[in-house]
């Protein structure tokens, strides 16, 4: 076999860890733009600097520093696990996993959960314990919380139920775990809610599903699927039927290697909120199991279950040595039914062989091929999934074939250990997921000896974390980056809530490209960048100012703020832009203002809309919001929705007069000697006596108080929302103008920056 050139390494990472199982959750991207590494006693998260502004350098090798990640963990504690016995002391109940508790399984939820609008890990101990972890402050460098136990709360639901004992702690013993995507129901702007669902497999054979609330779970439905264990859950994609009504496949494997489908189908019903002023969203779930089995049992059981997408829904089941492959006769693929592919060994290592779990499963589009590593370092390639699927081992083209691309990952091997490595030495990879859609991956790899009885191999373990491009042997050609960036911006969806960080990790990857095609990436950026979001219709309302309504007027405005493909696109825009360029460079600005104007929009038109209960004490910001929106740099029709709010106020307030109030609304004293500051730019404030201050990117007004948030993306800074106090009595830390309830509310509506669209890091 001719030797593999060396491709080269973009990042290597070594992880001083115990060992990794492998499997498909061994590694995992999440909404955020973080990697999530499972190892058996912790979970490092790991985020690329690409897209990060950050105070301080992420830590990286100098050699190897194409990208350099920021790390973070999640702390497991063994301690701290259910005791199943003092629920049944049956044999069937015994949890042989709590003998030496690790983590079995991670599943990460959609972005936009959380208070500061990331995401959450659900893990699943092999004491088949379940538990919810966030982090409060710092995604990328913070600390890892837990949110809740879940084990308890199942529990004692099902103890609700007219099971018996034994039965009970069964169906409370959780196997297996997948968190699907955020449903699109096709409404604009789309409504801020939660519409993910944790499915939970557990040993009595039940498939349980969740919804996130109030950070806990909230019961959905219990399907009854078999007798068996449920060992691996895999969600489709969400397809819209209709505006409102979006459906997928969640299919389970179970311990007896068949394999079955539930059909999940999510409808929206909105009714008039409480308070009248905007509509309130529930979601309807109707769950159906289909009764026929998709692939029959196997004696040798599942190693991994996946979908894949060559146009249509592909299920793909791994069994020790082979892979099957099943469609449903949709007329986009020239196949339907059952596939069968038998691996064949690869000789590199002592260690190699077929049946070896799956680590890792990518279906590329640009070359219809889908990629299955294995634990023993082998990758299998399978080509042609649109036409009919066949195993590539054959082709003449070295990095088209399965061994050329094992070559290519065992050399890689070789350069990152930094050692002569022989055929004793085994490159174990215990998961393997795409960096991008084209050719770079990233995996976890660890050196091990099988055939050496020395102890060292048992318990020292180091697993390195490595990117490698050109696993295709296709170098990226220009027109292939721009046409990507081009189908980010005009195909991202506000709805799946996914940050810009994780939806242009593609793009940041290649930021020397971007740096030398600067013309023609402004020409890609700035194409449709003057489309604006359809403009808020909002009745008038004229009730009390209460909790409820409250509550309404603020996810209005999240939702126009958040929910809008268009601004999404902007932001993207703005964000590729900032990152590569100055951050005040022309074109910066250009999309700066752009989104300056759209949000001004939104929040002139709320502000008018609710005339009836704004009061003296909230005309320091609207007046600033008046005065940016009539600039006369602005759109017309923004400058008349200014108008619209001068007039509104002025019949509303009796002691309006425009010219005083903006006066007064324009100028804050100096918290340090008292000189007026007056606003002049929306990023900082200096006094006559040289005092600078930052000022808040979302009401514009002074930074005096240590209680702040500063984006992750673009290190824009504002105030934390008064929701995040510690108690309902602790000192309110707005600045006297600031203190109004718009100023508020707005504050709890804007989870994520305004511009780039990123999620906030705080200290406090
Ligand atoms: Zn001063
Ligand atoms: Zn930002």
Excluded at 254 to 281: C, E, M, N, R, W
């Amino acid at each position: 076999m001719t030797r593999p050139p060396a491709a080269p390494i973009y990042t290597a990472l070594s992880i001083p860890t115990v060992t990794a199982r492998p499997s498909l959750s061994c590694l995992q991207w999440s909404a955020d733009g973080q990697v999530f590494f499972l190892s058996k006693g912790s979970v490092y998260i790991l985020t690329p600097d690409r897209g990060v502004h950050s105070n301080t350098q992420a830590p990286g090798d100098v050699q190897a520093s194409h990208v350099k990640w920021f790390s973070t963990m999640i702390d497991f504690n063994p301690r701290e696990f259910h005791y199943w016995p003092a629920d049944s002391h049956e044999w069937g109940t015994l949890a042989l996993g709590s003998m030496d508790i690790g983590l079995r399984a991670i599943s990460c939820s959609p972005s936009n959960l959380t208070g500061n609008g990331g995401c959450i890990a659900a893990i699943l101990s092999s004491n088949m314990d379940l538990s919810l972890w966030h982090a409060d402050k710092n995604t990328i460098k913070g600390e890892w919380a837990k949110l809740c136990e879940a084990t308890p709360l199942i529990a004692e639901l099902i103890s609700q139920g007219p099971h018996s004992k034994v039965e009970q702690t069964l169906r409370s013993q959780m196997t297996c775990l997948s968190w699907s995507t955020h449903a699109d129901f096709a409404i604009t702007p789309s409504p801020c809610l939660d519409s993910s669902l944790l499915a939970t497999g557990t040993r009595a054979g039940t498939l349980m599903l969740f919804r996130f609330k109030d950070s806990s779970l909230e019961h959905v439905a219990t399907v009854e699927i078999t007798s068996k264990w449920i060992t691996h859950l895999a969600f489709s994609r969400w397809t819209t039927v209709h505006a409102g009504e979006s459906e997928l496949m969640l299919s389970y494997g179970a311990a007896d290697g068949s394999v079955g489908l539930v059909k999940i189908t999510q409808a929206l019903s909105s009714v008039p909120s409480s308070s009248g002023f905007t509509l309130d969203y529930a979601i309807q779930t109707n769950v159906e199991k289909s009764d026929a089995s998709i692939f029959q049992t196997s004696n040798t059981g599942i190693t991994a279950l996946s979908w894949i997408f060559p146009q249509q829904a592909v299920l793909v089941r791994a069994t020790p040595g082979v892979i099957s492959l099943w469609s449903d006769g949709s007329p986009t693929l020239r196949w339907s039914g059952h596939r069968t592919l038998n691996l064949c060994v690869q000789k590199i290592s002592v260690g190699s062989s077929s049946v070896q779990p799956v680590s890792g499963l990518h279906y590329a589009h640009h070359e219809d091929a889908l990629f299955v590593s294995l634990f023993d370092g082998s990758i299998h390639v399978i080509k042609s999934l649109i036409d009919e699927p066949e195993l590539s081992n054959t082709s003449q083209k070295l990095g088209d074939q399965s061994e050329g691309l094992s070559g290519i990952l065992r050399a890689t091997f070789a350069r990152a250990e930094k050692l002569k490595v022989s055929k004793r030495d085994v490159n174990r990879v215990s998961g393997m997921i795409p960096y991008d859609d084209y050719s770079v991956a990233i995996w976890v790899q660890e050196s091990a000896q099988p055939a050496n009885f020395n102890y060292k191999y048992d318990v020292l373990h180091e697993s390195t974390f490595i990117g490698k491009p050109d696993l295709n042997h296709e170098p990226l050609t220009s027109d292939m980056i721009l046409l990507e960036l081009s189908t980010i911006l005009t195909s991202a969806k506000a709805s799946s809530g996914s940050t810009p960080l994780f939806i242009l990790r593609s793009i940041f990857l290649h930021l020397k490209d971007l740096l030398e095609l600067r013309p023609r990436v402004l020409e890609t950026l700035i194409a449709n960048a003057d489309t604006f979001p359809p403009s808020p219709v909002l009745p008038s309302w004229s009730g009390e100012t209460d909790p409820q309504f409250r509550t309404d007027f603020r996810n209005s405005l999240k939702q126009y703020l958040f929910g809008c493909n268009v601004l999404l696109s902007l932001r993207l825009r703005l964000s590729i832009a900032e990152f590569c360029w100055a951050k005040y460079d022309n074109v910066n600005r250009w999309f700066l203002t752009i989104i300056s104007f759209v949000v001004l929009r939104v929040l002139c038109r709320h502000a008018s809309a609710v005339g009836a209960c704004i009061q003296e004490s909230d005309l320091p910001f609207l007046m600033r919001v008046i005065v940016q929106a009539s600039l006369p740099s602005a759109p017309a029709d923004l400058r008349a929705d200014a108008e619209t709010l001068t007039n509104v106020l002025a019949s509303n307030i009796p002691a309006f007069s425009r010219d005083s109030f903006e006066r007064q609304g324009m100028q804050e004293t100096c918290p340090a000697c008292g000189l007026p500051v007056y606003l002049e730019s929306g990023t900082e404030g200096v006094c006559s006596a040289g005092h600078s201050w930052s000022r808040c990117t979302v009401t514009t007004f002074l930074l005096s108080t240590p209680n702040v948030r500063t984006c992750v993306g673009c290190t824009r800074k504002a105030f934390l929302p008064l929701s995040s106090r510690s108690s309902a009595s602790a000192p309110n830390w707005l600045p006297p103008p600031a203190q109004s309830w718009v100023v508020e509310e707005l504050l709890e509506a804007v989870s994520r920056c305004l511009f780039c669209g990123n999620n906030f890091a705080s200290i406090f």
